[in-house]
């Protein structure tokens, strides 16, 4: 299903019925499909809302609007597009980034935050040879396997996750890909930390690289006000497709 939001379309799917909503939102190569393994599981009990962000999967792909903060008013638009009533907002890596800056604006119905190996609200810095290896990342199959490999820890995906996951990262624009590492990965949204007050918490992976345990602990959980934080073992960057299971079962226990 397609829904219009700030000018665009944005692929959307709904599966659930009951309370409480949980909104996915992926990492910069990912899609909707990116949270099937963990909403298979939930979707019984929550209603589970997934959607391609602008730029990836069946979504449009403008020209612009690919800033954190643009992408939070894609979130936020979306919401009342869907007319949430009380949700729970769940983003991973440049999602967790987009979900603290959704958060630290204080929206009705916003009741917890869950933060899956996130990027931090800080900028995050990088040379300029890794900007530009990530800006080639998903330009071939080799490219996008060494990033599934060697950047992600992710070499224990199964055939069917890894297919699908090189082809959501086959489904971009130009400026969707370059967009995170020009923009948005160095976008300081750290104002955002102090106004979270709801109930927060940060699942990392303990071999993940990108976004590793100690850094999300000094840069995510110690700054927003009374976060939990969980370390998944033996897991990379893509927690979800590498123990959908476990993360289902945090999110559950959290929601609960």
């Not at 990033?147 to 890894?162: H, M, N, R, Y």
């Not at 033996?234 to 929601?255: D, T, W």
């Amino acid at each position: 299903m397609f829904y219009q939001v700030n000018d665009i379309q944005l692929f959307v799917a709904d599966e659930g019925e009951k309370s409480p909503t949980l909104l996915f939102i992926h990492f910069w190569g990912g899609s909707s499909n990116t949270w099937k393994p963990v909403t298979d599981i939930l979707h019984a009990k929550y209603r589970c809302i997934r959607y391609d962000q602008r730029g990836w999967g069946k979504s449009d792909k403008p020209k612009s609007g690919y800033d954190i903060q643009s992408l939070a008013d894609d979130v936020v638009a979306l919401v009342e597009a869907l007319q949430l009533e009380e949700y729970i907002l769940v983003g991973h890596s440049m999602g967790g980034k987009i979900a603290q800056a959704v958060a630290g604006r204080n929206p009705k119905g916003l009741r917890k935050l869950i933060l899956i190996a996130p990027s931090p609200a800080t900028p995050t810095i990088v040379l300029t040879e890794m900007k530009q290896g990530m800006i080639a990342a998903y330009t071939s199959l080799e490219n996008i396997n060494g990033i599934i490999e060697q950047v992600f820890k992710a070499s224990d995906l199964s055939l069917e996750s890894k297919q699908q996951v090189i082809e959501d990262m086959q489904h971009h624009s130009a400026e969707s890909r370059c967009a995170w590492p020009e923009l948005a990965l160095e976008e300081d949204v750290s104002e955002c930390l102090p106004n979270i007050k709801i109930p927060t918490l940060v699942i990392a992976g303990e071999n993940d690289i990108v976004d590793a345990p100690a850094r999300l602990k000094q840069e995510v959980a110690q700054k927003i006000h009374n976060a939990e934080m969980a370390v998944i073992p033996n897991v990379g960057h893509l927690i979800m497709l590498q123990a959908p299971k476990k993360v289902a079962e945090l999110i559950n226990v959290f929601c609960k």
